[in-house]
C-alpha cells in the first residue's frame, strides 16, 4: 500500500474531494525541503498549526502526504485523539466567523493525561507554519497581493480569495518537533493546567517568531505602538510636566502627546508594501537601466540574531525607495525608515507612512513633549525588534561627498539599547552610486546660492517630467556591518552599569556615538562603486577645458581603473568591468559627454552644464584617489623631490583630508599608501627614481607622464586651496579677532570671488560645510584654540602650514588668495596675548615668499617672545588655553 492510498483512505470523502479542487490553485514549497529527516523515527507524531480553517487542514494533509511524513488525518497513537492535528485559534462559525486565540487547553491536556498514562511512551509536537502569498522573492500583481499573507487572523470568505489569487505562492514551513515527554520532565510537579497553559503561550511565541522573520514584525496596527509610548513613564512624566509648565489640565496635554505620536509612528502595511512594490518594479524599468546589488549576501549572513540598522548613503530621494525595493524583492523585511516631515505631503505622506516611514522634524529644540516622544517611539522600535533605516548625514549631499554625520538618531538608537539591551543591534552601511540624479540641477543652484525649494504636492507633479529621462544603472554595495556591543566595551567596561535607566548619560556616550558615525561613514565609503561616469569626470575634470583628446582620455581612464584594481581601497569597492572605449561610447550615450570630430584625433569634451553636473560624480569617488592624488600634487609645481617629504608632507596634511573624505587609515596606514602608491606610479612610468629610490623626478611639463599626474593631481588641488584659504583669513584677521563662525563666513566670501576671478571652480569649492570641517580639525590638532572670548588662538604649527603651501600650491594660486583676504580693511595688530605657547622665530618664517602671511606670523612671534621673555621672572605665569 501506499503513502498516497493510506492517506486518502483515512481522509473523509468530502476531504478528499475538496483537496483535489484545491490542488490546482496552490503550489506548495516546503521548508526545508525534506522535513522528514526532522522526525524521531517510531514516535507518534502530532501537527500544531496556528488555525483551524479547512483549507489549512488540506494544505498540511497535502505536504505531509508529498514528503512522506505521517498523515494528520490519522488517529494519534496511544490517545483517544481521531487526527494528530490541532490549531491555537478556534474560529466561532464556518464563512464569516470571528476567530479567537484560545489556548487549546483540554486538547494539550489530552495529550499530557495519556503520556502520564504511558510512562515509555512520548509525542512529537511538530509546530506547522503556512503562509500564503509570502514566497520571498516573488513578484506579483498590485491585487494580489492586497490578500498575501499578513498578521490579521482572516476568515473563511478572505482566505479563498488569498488561495485563488495567491495560492501558487504557498509556504509550509516545518519547525524542528519537540518531545512532549521531555516538557513533562522539566516542568517537574507542575499541574496539567499550567502546564498546558505554559505549552500554548510558548507555542504562540514560536509562530509569532517565525512569521516575523517570513512577513516581518507585526506592526500592521499602530495603535499598539501608540498605546505603548503614551503609556511609558518617561512621556507620561513629560505629559505632566507639560501641564504643570502651561497650567493645562492634563487631558488636554496628553492629546497634544497622542497628536504628536501620530505625527510620527509608521503605520506599517505589508499589503500596501508588497502592492507598492509591484508598482516600483514598472517604475525602476522606466527609469533605469539596472538596479545592482553588491555583497548583499554577506549582508543577509550577518543579519540573523542582531536588530539591524540600515544607515546608507544619502544622495537622492530615490535613496529610500531604492534599498526598501531591492530588501524586499530579496525577501528580507522592509525597515522602517526615519523620513523628514517635509515629505508628509498629501497622498504621499499616507503611502510612505503604510510603506514604514515615520516622520520627524528637522529640530527638536524648544519641545521637550515632542522629543520624549520621538525617543520613546525610537525605543519601543527597538525593543520590538524592528528594523530600521536612517541617514546619519542629516540630509541629501549636494556635492556628492559624504556629510559630516549628524549623530542624532545615532544617540537615540544607543540610548534605546542600553535601556533594554536585549537584542544586540547591528548597523549595516550601505553605499548607494548613481550615474545620474534625478535633482542634480536644483543641487547645482543650491549650492550657487538659491533657495532650497519646499517639498509640495505640485512640486512633485511638475517633477514626474524626469520620467522621460534614463538615468542610468544605480549600485547598491553593502559594506562591512558594525557591531554596537564590541564598540560599547570598548568605550567602557562597565557599559552594561548604564542600562536600565532611560536617562542615562555617562561621559563616554557622546564620544562612543561621534566614533560610531565616523566608523558608519568610513565603512560607507569602503563599500565604493566605481561606474564609468565616475572615471570619465575624474579625468575630464581635471583638465582646464573639461576637455581631452581621444587618445589622452582613453590613457588617462587606463590608468585610474588599473590604479584602483591594483591597490584596492578594500575589498568591498566594485570598479567597472568597462574598458575605455565602452566607457567613452557609454559617457556619449548618457549625454554626459561631446565628441568633436577634428581631422588630427577626436576630443572629448563635457559642456559647461555637464561639466559642473560631472563633478558630483567625481566627488562620490574621490576619497578612492586621496592617496594618487596628494602624490601627484607634489609634482605640480616640482620636478624633483625625495620620497621622505612626500611621505613626510602627507602625515602633515592627511589628519585634514581623512576629516573631509573619511578615509579609513590612520597616519601609519596613510603613509604606507603613499608609498604603494609611489611604487605604483614608479612601474607605470609617470615617476622615476635616483639616489637608491630616495629622489624621485617626474618627466618636464610636456610629457605625458606630466599630463597623467597634472589630472589626478587636479581632482584634489582644490581642497588644499581650501584649506590655505583657512589658514590665510585667520592669520591675516590676526589672533583674537575672528571666531569659529566668522571666519567659515570669510572663507566662504574669498572662496566664492576666487572662483569668480580665476578659472570656474567647483560648487563645492565654497561649501560652507567643508570650511568648518578644516576648522574643526585644526581645533582638534590643536592647532587652533578658542579663547574665553570665543575667538580664535592659534600656535606655530600654522607656520609650517603656510611653509608648506609653496609645496603644492602655486605662487599665482598664494597670491590671488592673500590678495582678496587682504582686500578688506587691515585689522589693527592685536595686543600681546595672554595666553598659549610661545615659541621662537625661526629662519623658516623669514623664508616665506608670502609676505603678507609671514609678516602677521612675524608679529605673533615677536609678541609671544616677548611675553615669554617676561614669564621667566615669574613663579607662576599663565597656563596654555586648553582646547574648547
Known amino acids: 500500500m501506499t503513502a498516497d492510498s493510506s492517506h486518502r483512505r483515512r481522509a473523509p470523502w468530502w476531504f478528499v474531494l475538496a483537496g483535489r479542487l484545491l490542488e490546482p490553485w496552490v503550489r506548495l514549497r516546503r521548508d526545508p525541503a525534506e522535513p522528514a529527516s526532522l522526525l524521531k523515527p517510531g514516535v507518534p507524531v502530532c501537527y500544531v498549526i496556528e488555525r483551524d480553517g479547512l483549507s489549512d487542514a488540506l494544505i498540511l494533509e497535502r505536504a505531509c502526504r508529498e514528503a512522506g511524513l505521517p498523515s494528520p488525518l490519522q488517529p494519534l497513537a496511544g490517545t483517544r485523539r481521531r487526527r494528530s492535528v490541532f490549531a491555537l485559534a478556534h474560529r466561532d462559525g464556518w464563512l464569516f466567523g470571528r476567530r479567537h486565540r484560545r489556548m487549546p487547553d483540554q486538547l494539550l491536556r489530552q495529550l499530557l493525561d495519556t503520556l502520564d498514562a504511558t510512562p515509555d511512551g512520548d509525542v512529537q509536537l511538530v509546530p506547522v507554519a503556512i503562509y500564503v502569498g509570502r514566497a520571498p522573492g516573488r513578484e506579483e500583481g498590485w491585487f494580489r497581493v492586497l490578500f498575501s499573507e499578513n498578521w490579521v487572523m482572516v476568515g473563511g470568505f478572505r482566505r479563498l480569495l488569498a488561495l485563488l489569487l495567491n495560492g501558487r505562492d504557498t509556504v509550509v514551513h516545518f519547525s524542528a518537533p519537540v518531545s512532549l515527554r521531555a516538557i513533562r520532565a522539566e516542568s517537574g510537579a507542575m499541574p496539567p493546567e499550567r502546564l498546558s497553559r505554559k ?124 534599498l526598501s525595493y531591492q530588501l524586499h524583492v530579496s525577501g528580507v523585511v522592509v525597515p522602517h525608515i526615519a523620513a523628514g516631515v517635509n515629505l508628509n505631503l498629501p497622498v504621499v505622506g499616507p503611502i510612505l507612512r503604510r510603506g514604514g516611514a515615520f516622520f520627524l522634524r528637522r529640530s527638536f529644540a524648544g519641545n521637550a513633549l515632542y522629543s520624549v516622544i520621538f525617543n520613546e517611539y525610537v525605543a519601543q522600535l527597538i525593543e520590538r525588534g524592528v528594523p530600521m533605516e536612517y541617514f546619519i548625514e542629516g540630509g541629501r549631499s549636494r556635492t556628492g561627498r559624504l556629510l559630516a ?397 603656510v611653509r608648506d603651501a609653496r609645496v603644492i600650491l602655486s605662487r599665482d594660486v598664494r597670491h590671488s588668495i592673500l590678495k582678496i583676504a587682504g582686500s578688506g580693511d587691515r585689522a589693527p595688530p592685536a595686543p600681546p596675548a595672554t595666553a598659549g605657547a610661545a615659541p621662537a622665530v625661526t629662519d623658516a618664517v623669514a623664508e616665506i615668499p608670502d609676505g603678507e602671511v609671514a609678516a602677521a606670523l612675524h608679529e605673533r612671534h615677536v609678541a609671544a617672545e616677548h611675553l615669554r621673555h617676561e614669564r621667566e621672572h615669574h613663579e607662576d605665569g599663565p597656563q596654555p588655553p586648553a582646547q574648547e
Request: proline share 5%; hydrophobic share 45%; glycine share 6%.
Open 199 to 322: 505549552m500554548a503561550r510558548v507555542l504562540r511565541t514560536h509562530f509569532r517568531r517565525i512569521r516575523a522573520a517570513v512577513i516581518g514584525p507585526d506592526l500592521s496596527h499602530r495603535r499598539t505602538v501608540v498605546d505603548a509610548v503614551l503609556n511609558a513613564e518617561p512621556v507620561r512624566q513629560a505629559i505632566a510636566a507639560t501641564a504643570a509648565r502651561e497650567r493645562i489640565p492634563y487631558a488636554k496635554a496628553w492629546r497634544r502627546a497622542h497628536k504628536l505620536i501620530l505625527e510620527i509612528a509608521a503605520d506599517y502595511s505589508h499589503p500596501v508594501v508588497r502592492s507598492v512594490s509591484s508598482l516600483l518594479s514598472n517604475f525602476w524599468n522606466k527609469l533605469y537601466d539596472g538596479i545592482a546589488m553588491h555583497h548583499f549576501d554577506k549582508a543577509r549572513a550577518a543579519a540573523p540574531g542582531y536588530e539591524v540598522i540600515y544607515v546608507p548613503s544619502h544622495r537622492s530621494h530615490a535613496d529610500y525607495l531604492l
Open 405 to 801: 554625520p549628524r549623530s542624532g538618531m545615532l544617540m537615540m538608537t544607543v540610548r534605546a539599547f542600553l535601556r533594554a539591551p536585549h537584542r544586540p543591534i547591528l548597523f549595516q552601511p550601505v553605499y548607494i552610486g548613481y550615474e545620474k540624479l534625478m535633482e542634480g540641477k536644483s543641487y547645482i543652484g543650491e549650492l550657487s546660492g538659491k533657495p532650497k525649494e519646499k517639498e509640495s504636492l505640485l512640486g512633485l507633479i511638475k517633477g514626474l517630467k524626469v520620467l522621460r529621462q534614463r538615468y542610468g544603472h544605480v549600485a547598491l554595495n553593502f559594506g562591512e556591518p558594525i557591531e554596537l556591543i564590541p564598540e560599547l566595551e570598548a568605550a567602557s567596561a562597565n557599559w552594561r552599569a548604564a542600562t536600565g535607566d532611560p536617562e542615562a548619560k555617562p561621559e563616554w556616550l557622546a564620544p562612543l556615538v561621534d566614533r560610531l558615525a565616523e566608523k558608519i561613514q568610513i565603512n560607507v565609503n569602503r563599500a565604493a562603486d566605481v561606474n564609468p561616469i565616475n572615471l570619465l569626470a575624474l579625468a575630464l575634470l581635471g583638465t582646464p577645458k573639461h576637455a581631452m583628446a581621444e587618445n589622452d582620455l582613453l590613457a588617462q581612464l587606463e590608468l585610474t581603473r588599473a590604479f584602483l584594481v591594483e591597490l584596492p581601497y578594500s575589498d568591498r569597492v566594485t570598479v567597472t568591468a568597462l574598458e575605455p572605449a565602452a566607457m567613452i561610447a557609454y559617457g556619449e550615450q548618457m549625454g554626459w559627454i561631446r565628441r568633436v570630430r577634428h581631422p588630427l584625433g577626436d576630443v572629448l569634451l563635457a559642456d559647461d552644464e555637464p561639466a559642473v553636473l560631472l563633478s558630483y560624480f567625481r566627488n562620490n569617488v574621490l576619497h578612492l584617489m586621496a592617496t594618487a592624488a596628494w602624490v601627484a600634487c607634489c609634482f605640480l609645481n616640482n620636478r624633483r623631490m625625495s620620497r621622505a617629504s612626500v611621505i613626510r608632507l602627507g602625515r602633515i596634511i592627511y589628519p585634514f583630508i581623512q576629516g573631509e573624505l573619511f578615509l579609513p587609515w590612520d597616519t601609519d596606514g596613510f603613509a604606507a599608501q603613499l608609498q604603494a602608491t609611489v611604487d605604483f606610479f614608479l612601474r607605470r612610468g609617470l615617476l622615476e627614481s635616483s639616489g637608491e629610490g630616495r629622489l624621485l623626478e617626474r618627466g618636464p611639463g610636456q610629457d605625458d607622464g606630466a599630463f597623467r599626474l597634472r589630472v589626478i593631481a587636479r581632482s584634489l588641488i582644490q581642497a588644499f586651496e581650501r584649506y590655505y584659504i583657512a589658514i590665510a583669513a585667520l592669520v591675516r584677521s590676526g589672533p583674537h579677532r575672528l571666531s569659529a563662525g566668522e571666519l567659515e563666513t570669510t572663507c566662504t566670501l574669498i572662496a566664492q570671488r576666487l572662483s569668480l576671478l580665476s578659472e570656474e571652480a567647483a560648487p563645492e569649492f565654497f561649501d560652507k560645510a567643508l570650511f568648518r570641517g578644516f576648522i574643526r580639525k585644526l581645533r582638534e590638532q590643536r592647532v587652533v584654540w578658542t579663547d574665553p572670548n570665543g575667538k580664535l588662538d592659534y600656535a606655530e604649527a600654522l607656520e609650517d602650514m
